[in-house]
């Protein structure tokens, strides 16, 4: 048989230089705004080619867009605290975790002004290749999808709680789905609700232990 040696430096330099680049194209990207979808366009890349989990949410929100971090807002506090329930230790989400959403840019509030616009299925399909690409290079172990959006668009429509608790593989991932962690969503209320989340969380605790994360 022949013996094929790879050089691991090598390929972790080239991810490195590919995520690089292609951060550099997210980060000039203006797609959203010149079509009118925003107003202007500040798009967020969050994370290192050697993160083994990633993390994709709805989009960045006023509060990460000002930090110019996602996830820097309470919802960030929650997937942290829920983060740590798994059994990682605190500041794991931002220093070990790439983020990464299904838009960029803060997409602004919604119509009627007491939380943030849902990105449309045009902004969503404009943003979805850098989100593909970004899967390319990193091929994470673990996606964790937060909230209904994502996971509508990698697992198809149904409702939280048919699929929080459960786990899917797809192309050599984990794909875990979660609610969203912000305090608008009002689905955590409900204790079986609550359980489920629990679930979920045991899910990733075990992968934590069985992956060495
Ligand atoms: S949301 Fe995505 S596609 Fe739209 S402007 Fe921002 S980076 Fe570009």
Redesign the pocket.
Do not use: D, H, K, N
């Given at each position: 048989m022949t013996k094929i040696s790879i050089d691991v430096r090598a390929v972790e330099q080239d991810r490195q230089t590919a995520l690089q680049l292609l951060h550099h194209r997210?980060l000039t990207?203006?797609?959203?705004?010149e079509q009118g979808?925003?107003k202007t366009?500040r798009?967020l890349v969050n994370g290192r080619a050697s993160d083994r989990i990633m993390v994709i949410g709805q989009a960045p929100g006023h509060r990460s867009v000002a930090k110019g971090r996602s996830f820097s807002g309470p919802g960030g506090s929650m997937l942290q605290k829920w983060l740590e329930q798994a059994g990682f230790p605190p500041g794991y989400l931002h220093a070990h975790v790439y983020l990464s959403s299904l838009?960029?840019?803060d997409p602004g509030r919604n119509p009627r002004g007491d939380g943030d616009r849902r990105?449309s299925p045009s902004?969503v399909t404009?943003?979805r290749p850098?989100l593909e690409a970004e899967l390319a290079i990193l091929q994470p172990e673990v996606v964790l999808l937060v909230g209904a959006m994502a996971i509508e668009a990698f697992l198809g429509k149904r409702k939280l709680e048919e699929c929080i608790g459960a786990f899917e593989e797809s192309n050599g991932a984990l794909l875990l789905p979660l609610p969203h962690p912000s305090g608008v969503s009002r689905w955590l209320l409900d204790p079986a609700h609550q359980q489920l989340l629990h679930q979920a969380l045991a899910i990733l605790s075990q992968w934590r232990e069985n992956l060495g994360l």
């Open positions: 997210i990207c203006r797609s959203c705004e979808y925003i366009a798009p838009t960029r840019c990105p902004e404009l943003c850098y």
